[in-house]
């Protein structure tokens, strides 16, 4: 998914697509989510491996 944002972006760019009203430029905003998206899905595998390395621990445990 991120990296059909970051695709479309590109896409975008070369086009020169921008909003109605602000005229921000839209490859920009589409490239950035895109790059939010796959900061997310990494933070995720690594809590997710890191979860699994641990186990779980009771609640109150120190």
Excluded at 1 to 11: E, F, K
Excluded at 31 to 42: E, H, Q, R, T
Aim: proline share 3%; charged share 10%.
């Amino acid at each position: 998914m991120a990296w059909q944002l970051i695709r479309d972006g590109l896409q975008l760019s070369a086009e020169h697509q921008a909003t109605m009203i602000l005229e921000l430029p839209l490859g920009a905003l589409s490239g950035f989510m895109g790059v939010l998206s796959g900061v997310s899905a990494l933070a995720l595998v690594y809590l997710l491996a890191l979860h699994m390395t641990r186990g779980h621990e009771p609640r109150g445990s120190a």
